[in-house]
């Protein structure tokens, strides 16, 4: 880190002492960003100012909220109809969360597709797998506040699947509840770990950006700065293509706030949870539907473990997976545009995505079982057969010589798509 | 072409999500509404024609819990009109200063005054089924203020030939197996509407609908309406900095 002189006499004198100055000036301004960044690169920066949105309505929404299962529903519908915008507030970090999801899961996909989890970035994509597992707590307990019926007995489901551990099972679901049965003690602790967790979600965040400054940005080509003409500086150029990106995002978000704020959301949330009366169908918020289908596409028992266990580890394991990704794709090309075959493989795994999550929204009955199964075991295959084996059978096409040169249209071997954009 | 692909998948993956629960009751007949859309606004006359119809015939089982009786100033009532509402009902307040607890006139501050103390009342008043309150009925049930509307209009007098009614119960199209507790609330001229419009059911079922989307969500005429203006102020922001991005990237493209 270069010594920038200051020419304000008190930035100086703080930066001399700490260094916030030059820090931001060598990592939001200096920051040397390939040039070839397409659009799907802005969803990193957007997931960060999700979460900034989320933490700001959710400290507000906190002040006037009660985590009481008496009060819990009434003091929502308080702040919907009695505090000064508390329905903004509201509506905005209701929809915020599937946006969290939206983002982070094409974020995400971004990464699959242009290779961003391998060497040298290993660490750098198993922090977002660790983000990716702190956002799903954090949605799940802040689904449960409202205390509707999907809350409840969506928290009754999850919080079962404990029970499926052998031997301690049920101690465990009894800890997590605080009780015998979901209860005021369930909502409370939700409601603070609720609240903590997003704190951790943002120190996370900041190791995120601490590898990924250290690596450096992966790019559509997928091959290594190779000097200063590949790269750009983050500001202005990144700066004000994020602030379009924003733009453009929060059209999208805000017109679900005004509009539709409901969309994403269950009618039956809007009845206070009764213990008494269980829903037709219980289903998650839709961005755990293709979790959520993988849980249920066990039914069967294999030796003595009962499939119940199998569903929840199944589950777990299609999340956890992602963390051995970097060692189970053995190419050494990052870019699937060079990557004939497992260009096609992507996309089939992004339908098999999709497809999990409309099996997950319907009751496990008739052709939804064995299409669930299908999905699932294809979703695996991707991650441990097709993964490993592509990195030995596929030949990918001959890379750039570097990003300038695909740029500029001098390269050698480079595809029309490569320099499209 | 492979973005359009996954954007229309995604749409996909949302829209099938929100209709799966639907599927099992019957197509309800989609009516038009003044407050549906981006510019949708309650009409006040069918807001107070609704006010009546729920204050006569549906609040005499069904609590709305959620409303005080200030809220209706927002539906075009004056401030006398709604501390006359509030008068006619009691309320228990108290301690007083004897720690007896005492009974007084309801004021506009009050929420609405339930029909019964309680469920166990109310059950034992309705033949042992419980009146759900309405306050978020409209946002409560799949396809919103359709089916409210459907129910209430959907009675028959005769179950289909085959059907097994159980005693008390009433046959209702679009309620989930058919059989409802309540009994059609709704008849020629049950009410005698103060602004003479005639009290057919469906005029008063699209009255009360609209009282009941109201009391759901009274706060939506003024999200729309400030929607309108942030999505104008977005869409002109974006479009100026898409044109700083040309500009900035105009020496690196």
């Keep these: ?89 509201r509506y905005l970090h209701m929809n915020g969360a599937s946006m969290f999801f939206i983002v982070v899961y094409i974020h995400m996909f971004r990464g699959l597709y242009y290779g961003s989890y391998k060497a040298p970035r290993e660490l750098l994509w198993q922090i977002g797998v660790i983000i990716l597992l702190a956002m799903m707590a954090t949605a799940f307990m802040g689904y449960v506040l409202p205390w509707g019926q999907m809350s409840y007995w969506g928290a009754k489901v999850i919080t079962n699947l404990f029970s499926a551990i052998p031997l301690v099972g049920d101690a465990i679901v009894t800890w997590l509840w605080g009780g015998f049965a979901v209860d005021n003690p369930t909502l409370n602790r939700f409601f603070a770990l609720h609240y903590l967790l997003p704190f951790l979600l943002f120190a996370l965040v900041f190791l995120h950006l601490v590898a990924l400054h250290t690596s450096k940005s992966n790019n559509p080509l997928g091959i290594d700065v190779k000097g200063p003409q590949d790269t750009i500086p983050f500001t202005p150029y990144y700066t004000v293509k994020d602030m379009f990106g924003l733009g453009a995002f929060l059209i999208f978000y805000l017109a679900f706030v005004f509009f539709a704020p409901n969309f994403f959301g269950e009618p039956d949330n809007y009845i206070k949870a009764n213990p008494m009366q269980t829903p037709p169908h219980i289903v998650p918020e839709w961005y755990f539907l293709p979790f959520y289908a993988i849980l249920r596409a066990i039914t069967f028992d294999i030796l003595f473990i009962p499939a119940k266990l199998l569903g929840v580890i199944a589950m777990f394991a299609a999340v956890l997976v992602l963390l051995f990704l970097p060692w189970l794709d053995r190419s050494a090309v990052r870019s699937a545009r060079f990557r004939p075959i497992y260009k096609q493989v992507f996309w089939l795994f992004v339908a098999d995505c999709i497809l999990l999550g409309v099996v997950g929204g319907h009751p496990p009955e008739g052709v939804w079982v064995p299409l669930g199964q299908a999905a699932t075991a294809f979703y695996f295959a991707f991650f441990l057969v097709i993964m490993p084996l592509l990195s030995f059978i596929e030949r990918p096409r001959p890379l750039p010589s570097s990003i300038s040169a695909a740029v500029t249209g001098k390269g050698v071997g480079i595809s029309a798509h490569g320099v499209a954009e | 072409m492979k973005r359009k692909t996954l954007a229309a998948a995604f749409a996909t993956l949302l829209f099938t999500t929100g209709a799966a629960v639907a599927s099992e009751a019957p197509k309800l007949p989609a009516q038009s509404w003044s407050f549906s859309g981006t510019f949708g606004t309650f009409g006040r006359p069918d807001l107070q024609r609704g006010f009546q119809v729920y204050k006569q015939i549906c609040s005499s089982c069904h609590a709305a819990h959620l409303l005080a009786y200030r809220n209706l100033t927002d539906i075009g009532f004056t401030p006398q009109q709604v501390t006359d509402f509030a008068a006619d009902f009691e309320v228990e307040d108290g301690p007083n200063d004897e720690g007896e607890m005492f009974t007084r006139k309801a004021v506009a501050a009050d929420r609405f005054v339930k029909p019964f103390p309680n469920e166990a009342a109310a059950r034992a008043a309705n033949n042992g089924a419980y009146p759900p309150d309405l306050s978020l009925m409209t946002k409560a049930r799949v396809g919103g203020p359709d089916y409210v509307y459907a129910l209430l209009t959907g009675y028959k007098e005769e179950p289909p030939a085959g059907f097994a009614l159980m005693e008390g119960m009433h046959y209702n199209e679009y309620f989930p197996g058919h059989q409802v507790a309540m009994a059609p609330p709704l008849s020629e001229g049950g009410v005698d509407y103060a602004d003479g419009t005639t009290a057919t059911v469906e005029q008063m079922a699209k009255d009360v609908v609209t009282f009941l989307s109201w009391a759901a969500e009274p706060e939506m005429e003024v999200r729309k309406r400030l929607g309108v203006k942030v999505m104008i102020f977005l869409v002109a922001l974006t479009a100026l900095l898409f044109a700083l991005k040309r500009k900035i990237w105009s020496d690196v493209h």
């Design chain 1, 1 to 89: 880190m270069d010594a920038k002189t200051w020419k304000n006499p008190i930035i100086a004198w703080v930066d001399k002492r700490l260094p916030i100055f030059t820090m931001m000036q060598h990592d939001l301004v200096d920051y040397p960003t390939p040039r070839n960044l397409n659009y799907w690169w802005n969803f990193g920066s957007l997931a960060g100012i999700v979460l900034v949105i989320m933490i700001a309505t959710g400290v507000v929404l906190a002040m006037h909220y009660t985590p009481h299962t008496q009060h819990a529903f009434e003091s929502v519908e308080r702040i919907m109809r009695d505090v000064n915008y508390g329905w903004l507030l």
